[in-house]
């Protein structure tokens, strides 16, 4: 189903028979002589009425879960109501935490609940399966831009951790750091915010970074520079970095996106929420898509709320979603807890109908025909030099293998930033770099750097060039299998047996969560266990086919399930060669 088609959910509840909200009718004595009584509500729609009452409520500056409302709720939820988690930050618990060693942590429940989730909510993520004691750090970084001296100090963070120190870009166009110790957290929390990072809220309950153009403000054929909106969003969602808690005790994660392209750079399809560029009686603003989503047991891609908001409206509308969202999303089996089980309890319109409640003045308008993305586009290949906006510059594509970065790279990227274009890098959702700003006569000395020439290359093999990869179980206790050295692996062997007339975009994923996103690449590869021919354990991937990016986006299916992964070059090649035009390359040889 494309991204753009319109799908009409039924309303779960009698009495709602049209898109108005659901509500009393308050009689006026001013304007209705009668003084009857309406008729009393039949059960059924008591109990619409009831399903719409806020699950949350304010105490003492956070939100909180409703005693009523706390039966049958999943683990994740007691936690949250256990302790709240956003105090570790606003009242600087985790100061405490970081005194402690991790045996006292271990041996004191509410502590070992903080270090294991609610420092999620700080974008910490303690690696207990695989490196007891370290944390992996995910910034926010909004549009994927940073700077010279945001990297370096990146760099420096992940340089004492030695071999337990790295770096990714992730395919949300962000940064995560990979070897920190608990001690050092409230040091380096401090030093974020003074080069203008923050890690507030990227895990968990939470709103993700939000993505826009990785090209925006220096794309010849932009619609709209997507940077002071997600600027904007990140402001609102971390309350300045200072926190927001009025938002962090979502049902669960949440992505947001702002499209500045015809290209879809920002796959707008797989987001709770992307604003979609729209012109309405000759103002600029966006069509709203929501509900798209990835988890083990289903995804789905986004759909029309049938809304548009001007540009002065993107917070309000954005707010309002999410609050219609933490106040009625449920909170039991977290497998059916993303917005779009919500949107399918309601319908489009129920849920809509509760979007417009929460707007300011409980107003919204309808969709406007006025679509800017242009329908039939051929996305554009950003790696490698291409030509900026502002004459005499270009931009340069550099392509990081699986998104895995060393502080010695970190460096090197900062100071090819500094000396070649204006002190920024931009990361994209593919894990790639792009240094913007390069004057057109420096082009050439760019790109004869080492760097280019041995690590990241402007022109990669096609194969290579659309290889994604999550963490893997070197690093993530919920992957099931290694994926970046082996999703390189398998790429390479594969290129030496087929030859290629494009690119084909092949993801891996180490679990069912879909961190890196198989259903939209053209093949898919998530981990699984399975057996070999001899009925032994090995590692193995479920093998997706036939997902699209762009104007025509869709999310691919299973191909074949538990694959054992010895055997998963052969696959592919044979995958290459049936859908994708591949040629054998000793057929080719013998050709010639």
């Not at 049958?72 to 949250?80: D, M, S, W």
């Not at 759909?303 to 039991?332: F, H, M, N, Q």
């Not at 194969?463 to 692996?489: D, S």
């Amino acid at each position: 189903m494309s991204s753009m088609s319109i799908r009409f959910l039924s309303s779960p509840f009698p009495c709602q028979r049209s898109s108005a909200p659901l509500s009393r009718t308050k009689v006026s004595a001013a304007t209705t002589p009668s003084t009857a009584a309406p008729p009393p509500l039949g059960a059924e729609e008591e109990a619409g009425l009831a399903r719409l009452e806020p699950r949350v409520e304010e105490r003492d500056g956070y939100w909180v879960l409703k005693e009523k409302f706390r039966q049958g709720v999943n683990p994740q939820e007691k936690v949250k109501i256990e302790r709240e988690p956003m105090k570790l930050f606003m009242e600087n618990g985790v100061q405490e935490l970081a005194e402690m060693s991790m045996e006292d942590i271990d041996k004191a429940k509410l502590a070992k609940d903080d270090v294991d989730v609610r420092l999620k909510w700080l974008g910490l993520f303690h690696r207990r399966k695989h490196q007891y004691g370290r944390f992996m750090m995910r910034l926010k970084l909004p549009n994927g831009v940073t700077t010279s001296a945001q990297t370096r100090y990146l760099a420096s963070v992940i340089r004492k951790y030695g071999k337990d120190g790295c770096a990714d870009v992730t395919t949300r166009q962000n940064w995560q750091i990979r070897g920190v110790v608990l001690p050092d957290v409230p040091e380096i929390l401090k030093g974020l915010a003074d080069v203008g990072l923050t890690s507030l809220q990227s895990g968990m309950d939470n709103v993700r970074n939000p993505v826009g153009n990785p090209l925006a403000g220096i794309d010849p054929d932009e619609i709209v520079d997507t940077r002071p909106y997600t600027n904007l969003l990140s402001q609102f969602i971390t309350g300045n970095s200072r926190g927001n808690p009025a938002i962090t005790n979502l049902p669960r994660k949440w992505n947001v996106c702002v499209i500045g392209s015809h290209d879809l750079y920002e796959h707008p399809h797989i987001n709770d929420l992307a604003y979609m560029p729209a012109m309405k009686n000759g103002q600029f603003g966006f069509n709203l898509l929501v509900g798209g989503f990835f988890s083990p047991k289903r995804w789905e891609e986004a759909i029309p709320l049938d809304a548009w908001v001007s540009a002065d409206d993107v917070i309000p509308v954005c707010k309002a979603i999410l609050e219609a969202y933490r106040d009625l999303g449920t909170r039991g089996n977290r497998q059916k807890t993303r917005m779009m089980w919500l949107i399918d309890e309601l319908g489009i319109e129920g849920f809509r109908s509760e979007v417009v409640k929460r707007m300011p003045h409980q107003k919204l308008e309808r969709a406007s025909p006025e679509d800017l993305v242009l329908k039939q586009w051929e996305r554009r290949d950003y790696l490698g030099v291409h030509p900026q906006k502002q004459e005499g510059f270009s931009f340069v594509g550099l392509h990081v293998p699986v998104g895995r970065v060393q502080a010695d790279d970190m460096d090197e990227l900062a100071r090819l930033a500094d000396e070649y274009g204006s002190g920024e890098l931009r990361l994209t959702v593919e894990q790639n770099i792009v240094i913007p700003n390069v004057e057109n006569s420096r082009i050439g000395t760019l790109l004869d750097q080492p760097l280019l020439k041995n690590r990241f290359s402007p022109s990669p093999p096609l194969l290579m060039k659309g290889l994604v990869a999550c963490t893997g179980n070197q690093f993530c206790g919920q992957a099931i299998i290694e994926t970046k050295a082996r999703a390189l692996k398998v790429t390479e062997e594969v290129e030496r047996l087929v030859s290629l007339t494009r690119p084909v975009r092949m993801h891996w994923t180490g679990c069912p969560n879909s961190c890196g996103q198989v259903q939209v690449a053209d093949i898919g590869f998530m981990g699984c266990m399975t057996r070999d021919e001899n009925g032994k354990t090995c590692e193995g991937v479920d093998v997706f086919l036939g997902g699209r990016i762009g104007s025509d986006s869709h999310l691919g299916d299973v191909y074949k399930s538990k694959v054992p992964c010895k055997d998963v070059v052969p696959l592919v090649v044979d995958i290459l060669v049936k859908h994708f035009g591949a040629v054998l390359r000793e057929r080719e040889e013998a050709e010639d």
